[in-house]
């Protein structure tokens, strides 16, 4: 205890780390006030885009094709289409939730309306006997894009979440921010944490002892638990901040809103609650096994500058791999990097799934600690005239 208070002290007590910790927390704390101020786009806004291209289909197709018993069909599911993105927009306008209160009966639920909507652009993709199909589908959305609306408004539907007007709501924003500490930001921030740990040491604290009995392997680990405990309490405090703040802002939103998850082989919809507790655990392994590294390569190298260079570097190995299509879904070094795995972005490498993201962040760990086991042995350590004590 009083060696982990000593390194404790001595980390904590470096002004640059006191910059650092304050620096991402004001960053963390103040992303909800920033991201206010970005121009995104209303659901309102892109559902009067969607009437326009309704309208724009019958005056697409020849009035001739709509007079088959099919074409019928079609034109009277068009027209309900309109209908209800028409009540969708009031819906949404009024900013109530699912319907707006005392008019249930005129412009129903929104989350009844867009199953509709979608089953009957299902449809479109089976009506192959229709003579203007392909003119037909050219204005719907995807496939793919029309079977994950169904499974965002069936979860809304079985879990009474209201749809959220606001995409600048503090769930929402949770959400984004999220994202953003689980990429490339993380691993610049445990990076820089622990890229002169061992540097600064050798220089500043070299003792005759060479690192017995407190071996080189014990500080390595020691420190990087106390670099990855430091990010960590300012990380989880700055997105607590950040939350808080962005519910000053509006009020709409829930943490039970859904948002995707790629689960193996389909995409399935859970809570931001539930997608934030998943990825801030995943991101708290990966940055452990960052800082151990950055640590690490500092006591090698002892340039902080060619450290956090090589740390970061590594972040981007996934997309030489998935671009090349080297190694399957089982190489470690494919998930180092957590968002295209919850996204499915690697999906074209055959089932990348959570469970093999942290069966492969177990490897990374072990592959980290046998590595450095042996570079502690092998690479000679030397300031000055001292030099490792020889047995």
Known sequence: MKLFKWDFLKIIR???????????????????????????ALPLE??????EDTQQIFNAIPEDHFESARGQEIYDKLARQQSIIGMQRYIL?????NTVSGLESVVSDYVNQGLELAENRLFFYEADDFESQELLLSFMPSREEIESDLKFLTYL?????????????????????????????IFIIAAIFGADRFSRDQEFNWSISQGIPYSFAYQWRQRTFISWGL???ITLAGIFVSYLLSTFYTD??????????YA??????????????????????LSYIIVKFSTGLSFVFRNIYLTITIAVAVFYLPYVIALTGSSGAWNPLLYLQIIPVLEGSWESLNNVTITKLLISMAVLYIIVEVVFHFVFKLIPTRTGKLERRKN
């Open 14 to 40: 470096d002004w640059k780390v006191r910059i650092l910790l304050v620096a991402l927390f004001l960053f963390l704390a103040s992303y909800s006030a920033f991201y206010q101020d970005r121009d995104l």
């Open 46 to 51: 892109e559902l009067r885009s969607e009437y």
């Open 93 to 97: 306008s009024e900013q109530e939730g």
């Open 157 to 185: 539907k079985e879990n009474n979440v209201d749809i959220d007007w606001n995409p600048l709501s503090p769930s929402l924003v949770l959400f984004n921010l999220i994202n953003i500490v689980a990429g490339v930001f």
């Open 231 to 233: 990010i960590w309490i």
């Open 252 to 261: 709409s939103g829930t943490l039970q809103y859904p948002v995707p998850l």
């Open 264 to 285: 193996g082989e389909e995409t399935v919809y859970i809570s931001i609650m539930q997608y934030v507790l998943i990825t801030v655990f995943m991101t708290m392994a």
